[in-house]
């Protein structure tokens, strides 16, 4: 019996035990006609507005035949997607990027751009999400997604990019409806949101944004086929994550919409003083959170450093 059959094999095991698990099934077809799964919006019906470009750091995840939806967390290599897509493998795995329709209805599918997975970096169960590295620098080409770890609150507006079914790149809006719903969906998960945007075979990992920010607030875990689901909040993913992101030498990018900019708040308390001066040392020396990377990067190179020393001075000393 070869590699590849004990794999399928155990894949199979894994991801197919259950209406409620988004991982498809192995032998969902590709190329059949250029649409979106569960008839949602194709992405390309966007063109020219914020969402429209949110698409370009997803991609779709095959695991031998089996998809899953992930995404780029950080440069130049690191994405994440759901724990129950890839607990813990490399062979077999890649990632498309560029995988949608060309016109808004029917069109042609565009020039794709795909990755080997050449190293699996973390999961957390619990959390439902797993980290990994790809081959080369997809972030100089597709972009690295925002993400912002402001828990969520019911009745935020949403909207979801995904490879359902494995099929072409597809859009579908909502809200969320449910906070702090542990296990609801799968059994053991520490925390779960209820999302009305889709859930279906392919989207498991897929990033849910903040309709007005445009950054990854939660990841698509789990539901029944094409109607809305569960996601877990980035609010605990990245408490748990950047640990192993940064010790892999990635970088995430924190949400523009609540950084105004190195500052030297360092303990966002609404003031620069000398408090800030152990919180800068104690990040610059650690991981620093998204929050504290936004006040104290004065170099904007994606990290705390010695290069942001002389634009930490000339913050605590004032205008």
């Known amino acids: 019996m070869n590699l590849r059959l004990i794999s399928t094999i155990v894949l199979a095991l894994i991801f197919g035990t259950g209406?409620?698990?988004?991982?498809?099934?192995?032998g969902v077809a590709r190329g059949v006609g250029?649409?979106?799964?569960?008839g949602k919006q194709n992405i390309e019906c966007l063109s020219g507005q914020?969402?429209?470009d949110s698409r370009l750091p997803v991609g779709h995840m095959t695991i031998l035949d089996t998809n899953?939806?992930?995404w780029i967390i950080a440069a130049p290599n690191i994405l994440m997607t759901n724990a129950h897509c890839n607990p813990g493998f490399?062979?077999?795995l890649s990632v498309e990027f560029n995988q949608e329709c060309d016109a808004c209805s029917g069109g042609s599918l565009k020039v794709t751009d795909s990755y080997e997975v050449t190293e699996f970096i973390h999961s957390n169960s619990a959390l439902d999400y797993a980290i990994f590295r790809v081959e080369g620098d997809p972030a100089s080409v597709w972009g690295v997604a925002s993400v912002d770890d402001t828990p969520p609150v019911v009745g935020q507006a949403i909207y979801e990019i995904h490879h359902g079914s494995g099929l072409p790149k597809g859009y579908d809006e909502g809200q969320i409806t449910s906070i702090d719903v542990p296990g609801t969906c799968i059994p053991g998960t520490q925390i779960e949101i209820g999302v009305s945007a889709i859930a279906t075979g392919g989207a498991s990992g897929s990033?849910?944004?903040?309709a007005s920010s445009h950054c990854v607030i939660g990841i698509c875990h789990c539901g029944p086929p094409c109607v809305g689901g569960f996601g877990i909040p980035m609010s605990a993913i990245l408490a748990d994550a950047?640990?192993?992101i940064q010790g892999a030498g990635g970088q995430v990018v924190p949400c523009s919409a609540n950084c105004p900019g190195a500052d030297g708040d360092i303990n966002d308390d609404g003031t620069v003083n000398g408090a800030d001066i152990q919180a800068f040392v104690t990040a610059t020396l650690g991981i620093p959170t998204p929050d504290?990377?936004?006040h104290g990067d004065f170099d904007d190179d994606g990290s705390l450093n010695a290069q942001d020393v002389q634009g930490m001075t000339m913050a605590l000393l004032g205008p």
């Open 34 to 38: 250029c649409a979106p799964a569960c």
């Open 207 to 210: 990033p849910i944004f903040d």
């Open 68 to 70: 899953c939806t992930a």
């Open 242 to 244: 950047l640990p192993h």
């Open 50 to 52: 914020p969402e429209y």
């Open 292 to 294: 504290e990377l936004c």
């Open 19 to 26: 209406e409620l698990l988004l991982a498809d099934s192995p």
């Open 90 to 92: 490399v062979f077999g």
